[in-house]
Structure formats: structure tokens, C-alpha cells
């Protein structure tokens, strides 16, 4: 499980999530097991923790 420190960085990875990059530069959240739109980012750079799409590994998405 990710946790934040408090210290502008996480331990550990995100998991179930995948993040992708618009056309427009906007980053998003997507849940990996049912496909559905999650929260969209307003500042600058991606989300941090969470694998970009396609990642490489692939899970089952059950």
C-alpha cells in the first residue's frame, strides 16, 4: 500500500490505477480494473506513485 511521508515523496506504488496524458498536456487518473475515468490533474507533472499507461505489467483485471 502507498503511503505519503509528508515529505514530497510515497513509499510504495499505487496500485489498481494507471495514469495517461491528454492531448493537451493534462494528466489523468484511470482505475485499472474497471476502465472508469478517475480525477484529472490541474498542476503540472504527473501523478506521483501511480504507473503510466501502457505500464508493462499488466494485471488481471478481475
Same mark, same amino acid.
Request: proline share 5%; charged share 35%.
Given at each position: 500500500?502507498?503511503?505519503?511521508?509528508?515529505?514530497?515523496?510515497? &513509499?510504495?506504488? *499505487?496500485?489498481? &490505477?494507471?495514469?495517461?496524458?491528454?492531448?493537451? #498536456?493534462?494528466?489523468?487518473? &484511470?482505475? !485499472?480494473?474497471? #476502465?472508469?475515468?478517475? !480525477?484529472?490533474?490541474?498542476?503540472?507533472?504527473?501523478?506521483?506513485? *501511480?504507473?503510466? !499507461?501502457?505500464? #508493462? &505489467?499488466?494485471?488481471?483485471?478481475?
Amino acid at each position: 500500500m502507498a503511503k505519503n511521508t509528508g515529505n514530497d515523496f510515497r &513509499r510504495g506504488a *499505487v496500485t489498481g &490505477r494507471t495514469q495517461f496524458q491528454h492531448d493537451n #498536456g493534462d494528466w489523468q487518473k &484511470r482505475d !485499472e480494473r474497471t #476502465g472508469q475515468f478517475m !480525477e484529472k490533474k490541474s498542476s503540472p507533472g504527473p501523478f506521483k506513485g *501511480v504507473a503510466k !499507461e501502457p505500464d #508493462g &505489467r499488466d494485471t488481471n483485471n478481475s
